[in-house]
């Protein structure tokens, strides 16, 4: 066989930096919506990648739920001061507090949803024209078909059914006024390869990805972290178990799973072995069958 | 898996009629790509829907209308892995009011997979489908006569529809077709190979995909290098840095190659390559990388490097393929905004040479109309020289768009004839 052809990780590496590029030539404002999962710090990985020796030529932006993990909110801080960039932060928290959104009421209450209005706020208010995603299409149906160039409209929302074809490599990121556009450069990798990728360019991760001790809840088939924000209901009991994340998002509905895996090897070895999809232990997806492709229409990730 | 993996993407063209889905579910199915997750979620829906045993097919339902109508409307990219290969499948629909997903979705493929109902044989839906493989140049076609369970596994019904698909494919331009004899229903050559057909010699479909040669198919002799933007860090240690950042199109760019640079003519020689703070010796098709030049010349988005001795055409008046993507038709004589590698310029529809009827295959230069899903040769006037190559030769230095400027949609995809 010739030597010259890529393996896959390196085809993988090389059409993210592509995209990530191009991003960067077709779009004024553009910012990574980071999140401090490991999604989102492999897009910041490549960005930095793709533009050395240069910085990352444009800021990162938080939607900041107000419900963090710590580790997470420590990372964030950390990866912003190594790479010299800067840090835009949409909180939910004050859009609550100026009425923008209310609260859900109930046990099963999160801010998943409210992240929505948070988000187009602060694109709109940063003038973001286009908003860079770690969204994978493996990730769940409505993603599956998720354009690496996606338009949204001067509400934020997504059009599935019109959407703009894609071919070859070129992308048509031409918007008028108050439209943005999301992009996924990352929308071909699985879960699996997200994690060989860090393996092999030891990336650094937060540490909730590792398995750790914690006290935890068991609730919709996953361990549900305790914490300030979580309401217990009588017959749910706290106990102290060693386990990991699969995803990392809001502490309130980001379920755990028991693991001893506390090193890349061995967390890439145990999701070689896992028999259900990572957001399978994510209750925001469980609401119903199309609960994902329902926020995404009105602007969610 | 193994480092040395390879990337392959192929396609599936076809309807819920063929088995399309089902062909899918099973692949996924059998090569253990399916979470207990998903299983139990098909599981409660097949029960819901009054099925017996587990509906494959249920596996590959997207948006919630396609749900509702039960049928794949936008190209659904799936993803599974074995211990040989990565695969990327892009699953289009099969009919012929979605032949803008199936351009969409073949764009981008390695193997085109092409599904025949046995007891049909090839019909029009084949042959269009066949059609968009050899339009797209898709470098490999894999043609799965599904339903052998109901013919009986007979030697002879896929004998016959071997040949008539080779009649149908030997006016195309296709390089390398295979035929497998299969059951997706029950598994038969998809993944494991068929106990029902002992008379078919070849490998399961599966197989067939991890062993194939794809290395071959990018083209490693014109080497092009659209510049995507310059990277200027202007911060200690690099003031004077000027990488061009972009993903080499074609061929192979070495440390020391006299270059050119299109449309200026400017020629210097590479200085050095680059992938983040490794440097490289050479640089090959796809890799994104960044190149810096002895001399200091003015290169911007949109200029092309390429080996002095190898040049592309430059070229203001182009004959193209075109297939209509959009809702509202083509506007004679309109400007469209012309997309090419990094490059975009204005251009203008000046001739629609001939059409394409989508069933016969017939060329119309009478009916020279353009609207949603037309396939039609045309001659086109840019304002800018464009740097291309034909798209036989290179798929991405062949290949354009066009956008409307009203509307910011892509309303065309072109293969430079």
Redesign the interface.
């Known amino acids: 066989?010739?030597k010259?052809?890529?393996?896959?990780?390196?085809?993988?590496?090389?059409?993210a930096?592509?995209v990530l590029?191009?991003v960067?030539?077709q779009f004024e404002n553009p910012v990574i919506l980071f999140s401090g999962g490991k999604d989102s710090i492999l897009v910041t990985h490549l960005a930095?990648?793709?533009?050395?020796?240069?910085?990352i030529p444009f800021p990162l932006m938080h939607v900041d739920t107000g419900h963090n993990f710590p580790e997470t909110i420590q990372f964030r801080d950390d990866i912003i001061k190594e790479l010299g960039a800067q840090l835009i932060v949409g909180s939910v928290q004050e859009s609550i507090d100026e009425g923008r959104v209310a609260e859900e009421k109930g046990k099963n209450a999160t801010r998943n949803a409210l992240q929505i209005t948070t988000l187009l706020d602060a694109i709109e208010a940063n003038k973001i024209d286009c908003a860079i995603g770690g969204g994978r299409?493996?990730e769940e149906?409505?993603r599956?078909?998720e354009r690496f160039f996606s338009h949204r409209d001067d509400f934020g929302q997504w059009d599935?059914?019109n959407?703009?074809?894609?071919?070859?490599?070129?992308f048509?990121g031409?918007?008028?006024e108050g439209e943005h556009f999301r992009a996924f450069p990352i929308?071909?990798w699985?879960e699996?390869?997200v994690w060989?990728y860090i393996k092999r360019e030891n990336i650094a991760i937060p540490s909730l990805y590792f398995a750790h001790e914690r006290e935890v809840v068991w609730r919709q088939d996953s361990w549900i972290p305790n914490s300030e924000f979580l309401v217990l209901e009588d017959h749910e009991e706290v106990v102290t178990k060693k386990i990991r994340f699969r995803t990392l998002g809001d502490i309130t509905i980001t379920g755990g799973v028991e693991s001893d895996a506390d090193t890349l090897e061995k967390i890439a070895a145990e999701v070689a072995g896992?028999?259900?999809?990572e957001r399978?232990n994510r209750s925001d997806d469980k609401r119903s069958?199309?609960a994902m492709?329902d926020r995404k229409r009105q602007g969610y990730f | 898996m193994l480092d040395n993996n390879q990337l392959l993407r192929f396609t599936t063209a076809g309807s819920v009629d063929d088995g399309k889905s089902t062909l899918i579910g099973r692949l996924l199915y059998d090569s253990k790509s399916i979470f207990e997750d998903q299983l139990e979620a098909i599981e409660n829906t097949s029960k819901k829907k009054g099925h017996e045993g587990v509906d494959l097919a249920l596996f590959t339902d997207g948006l919630r209308d396609e749900r509702e109508q039960g049928i794949t409307i936008d190209v659904a990219y799936r993803y599974f892995t074995t211990p040989k290969r990565k695969f990327i499948i892009a699953d289009t629909p099969g009919h012929i009011q979605y032949t803008r997903n199936m351009v969409t979705g073949a764009s981008t493929a390695n193997v085109a997979t092409i599904l025949i109902d046995a007891r049909h044989g090839v019909i029009e839906q084949t042959k269009r489908h066949a059609f968009i493989a050899s339009l797209l140049q898709i470098p490999h076609i894999i043609v799965c006569v599904n339903k052998m369970d109901l013919v009986d596994f007979s030697e002879d019904v896929f004998n016959k529809i071997v040949s008539e698909f080779e009649e149908v494919s030997s006016k195309m331009l296709v390089k390398d077709v295979r035929f497998i004899p299969m059951s997706a229903l029950l598994g038969d050559n998809v993944v494991n190979k068929s106990e029902n057909m002992p008379w078919y010699q070849g490998a399961p479909m599966l197989h067939t995909l991890e062993t194939m040669h794809i290395s071959s198919d990018i083209n490693k002799v014109d080497a092009r290098f659209p510049v995507q933007t310059v990277i200027r860090p202007q911060r200690e240690g690099f003031i004077d840095y000027r990488g061009y950042a972009g993903r080499v199109a074609s061929g192979i760019l070495r440390k020391g190659d006299d270059v050119t640079v299109m449309p200026s003519g400017f020629t210097s020689k590479i200085s050095s390559i680059n992938l983040h703070d490794k440097e490289l010796e050479e640089a090959y098709a796809p890799m994104s990388v960044s190149i810096t030049l002895e001399d200091d010349i003015d290169i911007s988005r949109g200029d092309m490097i390429v080996r002095s001795n190898n040049k592309p055409e430059p070229s203001q008046d182009i004959e193209v393929m075109l297939c209509w993507l959009n809702n509202s038709a083509a506007k004679p004589r309109a400007k469209y905004t012309i997309k090419h590698t990094s490059n975009d310029q204005k251009a203008m529809i000046k001739e629609v040479v001939y059409k394409y009827d989508i069933n016969t295959l017939e060329r119309n230069s009478d009916d020279t109309d353009l609207s949603m899903n037309d396939i039609a040769k045309v001659k086109i006037r840019t304002t800018k020289p464009l740097m291309i190559d034909a798209y036989r030769e290179n798929r991405t230095t062949g290949s354009i768009i066009l956008v409307d400027d009203a509307t910011n949609e892509t309303v065309a995809a072109g293969m430079i004839v």
Do not use: C, V
């Not at chain 1, 896992?274 to 999809?277: D, F, G, L, P, Q």
């Open positions: 066989m010739s010259y052809y890529l393996n896959y990780l390196d085809e993988l590496e090389s059409e930096i592509f590029r191009e960067w030539a930095k990648k793709a533009f050395y020796p240069a910085k299409r493996d149906k409505a599956a078909k599935p059914k959407q703009r074809p894609e071919l070859w490599n070129i048509n031409k918007h008028f929308s071909n699985t699996m390869d060989n896992m028999r259900n999809t399978g069958e199309s492709e």
